[in-house]
């Protein structure tokens, strides 16, 4: 992967194999942190023409009411015009968070066809990504994998 912007509360990488931009909160941004990592987020998204996007929120404490409006008005209209058709969350500890993400995606799959997936872990995201099992769009408390099942089991008895 390849580090594309690298700050003490942001770092955004970019896997050209995927096509997928991974950004990973390191701690609480301030308001001009949070609103310029996000919007570096999408200037990167759009010059990489990136289809996928990690966000890894899980050092993510939470932002103010301001900043969540701004989100959802400001960035989120910007963000549902770029071409990204699967978005995967590893989860803040934060319910607040994890609440306020959810509905934010849920908005955001309404204005463009976007399938997200919610997740413990980077791994967990990344295997989502690349086309793993879990069920896309569900809480990782209701993904479930999915059993690839074994020929013989398929086959009828002779």
Do not use: K
């Amino acid at each position: 992967m390849l580090a594309l912007y690298n700050t003490p509360y942001l770092r955004i990488y970019y896997d050209g194999f995927a096509h997928t931009l991974e950004s990973e909160w390191l701690r609480r941004p301030t308001s001009e942190e949070l609103r310029l990592g996000l919007q570096t987020g999408l200037v990167l998204a759009r010059e990489y023409h990136v289809r996928g996007w990690i966000s890894n929120l899980r050092r993510m404490p939470g932002i103010s009411p301001d900043d969540e409006a701004w989100v959802r008005t400001e960035w989120l209209m910007q963000f549902v015009e770029l071409d990204i058709t699967h978005m995967a969350i590893v989860e803040s500890r934060s319910q607040v968070i994890r609440t306020g993400v959810i509905e934010l995606l849920e908005r955001a799959g309404t204005l463009a066809p976007l399938s997200t997936g919610y997740f413990a872990s980077r791994a967990a995201a990344r295997q989502w990504i690349m086309g793993g099992q879990l069920i896309p769009g569900q809480p990782l408390s209701l993904a479930v994998a999915t059993p690839t099942p074994v020929l013989s089991e398929n086959r009828p008895s002779l």
